[in-house]
């Protein structure tokens, strides 16, 4: 099938990310559908928006003597620090 277009997979990604955080049931299940159809195996995971990781802050100055702020370094739950989620075979609706 190759390699599937760029704006096709964003267009997909930011349709599920949206999906994910509205809360869309079903709709949720006919996005993973299409990337499928779309020869997509992975998506951007919808919980850190495909960041993976960041750094949350700045935290309290632990000091009176402190310069730069200290930040806390966060690692996504749900994508393990990858930014995307693999798309399980049994992902999608069920057409039986």
């Known amino acids: 099938m190759g390699e599937p277009n760029q704006a096709l ?4 990604n930011d349709l599920h990310v949206w999906c994910e955080v ?3 049931g079903d709709q ?3 996005i993973k559908d299409a990337f ?3 020869g997509i195996t992975e ?4 919980n850190c928006d495909g960041l993976g990781e960041w750094d949350e802050g700045p935290l309290p100055a632990t000091s009176s003597t402190q310069i730069s ?3 806390r370094h ?3 739950n749900d994508c393990e620090g990858k930014g995307t989620v693999a798309l399980a075979p049994h992902d ?3 057409h039986d």
């Open 74 to 76: 966060m690692v996504c």
């Open 9 to 12: 997979v964003k267009a997909l």
């Open 28 to 30: 949720a299940e006919l």
């Open 43 to 46: 998506y951007r995971c919808a």
């Open 92 to 94: 999608g609706a069920s």
């Open 22 to 24: 509205e809360g869309c």
């Open 69 to 71: 702020p200290d930040y």
């Open 36 to 38: 499928k159809a779309a």
